[in-house]
Nanobody, 113 residues
Framework: QVQTVESGGGLVQPGGSLRLSCAASGSIFSLFHMGWYRQAPGKQREWVGTITSGGRTNYADSVKGRFTISRDNAENTVYLQMNSLKPEDTAVYYC???????WGQGTQVTVSS
């Protein structure tokens, strides 16, 4: 199955930006819909957004207008551009291949002054 490795997390001040990357294995990456999810301490994992194999995107209301998902099929990579970050965006962020049971390690994003 396709495996993923997330990177790009870190500590950022409120109002700042980060770009997360998700590198995926497999030669048919371009055929998959890809999702970003996040899990804050003590909370359930929640959906952030999705990019389809054709490049259409959809976002949770909590991040709409601030986060942008894109993909580079030649590099087997999906990106999550996060702007205007808020403390409530603090979480471990995961990318996920739609329909897969595999979850990577995620990357920690902390928004704090």
């Amino acid at each position: 199955q396709v495996q993923t490795v997330e990177s790009g997390g870190g500590l950022v001040q409120p109002g700042g930006s980060l770009r997360l990357s998700c590198a995926a294995s497999g030669s048919i990456f371009s055929l998959f819909h890809m999702g970003w999810y996040r899990q804050a301490p003590g909370k359930q994992r929640e959906w952030v957004g999705t990019i389809t194999s054709g490049g259409r995107t959809n976002y949770a209301d909590s991040v709409k207008g601030r986060f942008t998902i894109s993909r580079d099929n030649a590099e087997n990579t999906v990106y999550l551009q996060m702007n205007s970050l808020k403390p409530e965006d603090t979480a471990v962020y995961y990318c996920h291949v739609a329909g897969s049971t595999y979850w990577g390690q995620g990357t920690q994003v902390t928004v704090s002054s």
